[in-house]
């Protein structure tokens, strides 16, 4: 078990609640000393502490975005965003029309 654990958890309209995007674990030296990880000057050598960490669920996050910024003509991107998106504060849907071909 960790010693400490940080989850950063998002709204998801779509399931009526919060889902984990990242999960941060402190296991101190329980998995160096499995592994033999040490630090130090010789006989000074000390076991790592080590943490288990998931990069941000990408995919995850662009569909937690979509789905609590999407308008019926498109998606309203976040304040926080917009400096990364080169100014842009809207996404318009586009769509080709349809063509049907009658016999």
């Known amino acids: 078990a ?3 654990k940080y989850d950063i958890e998002a709204w998801f309209p779509s ?3 919060f889902k984990e995007l990242v999960s941060c674990s ?10 033999d990880i040490r630090f130090g000057e010789k006989e000074d050598k000390a076991h790592v502490h080590m943490l288990n960490s998931t990069l941000c669920a990408l995919t995850r996050t662009i569909s937690c975005i979509l789905e609590n910024y999407q308008t ?3 998606v309203r991107v976040p304040e926080v ?3 990364f998106m080169g100014g842009k504060e809207f996404i318009e849907f586009t769509r080709e029309e349809m063509v049907f071909k009658t016999q």
Not at 26 to 35: E, F, H, V
């Open 2 to 4: 960790a010693a400490k």
């Open 15 to 17: 399931y009526g609640e």
């Open 26 to 35: 402190n296991c101190l030296d329980y998995q160096s000393r499995a592994m």
């Open 72 to 74: 019926p003509d498109g």
């Open 81 to 83: 965003l917009v400096p």
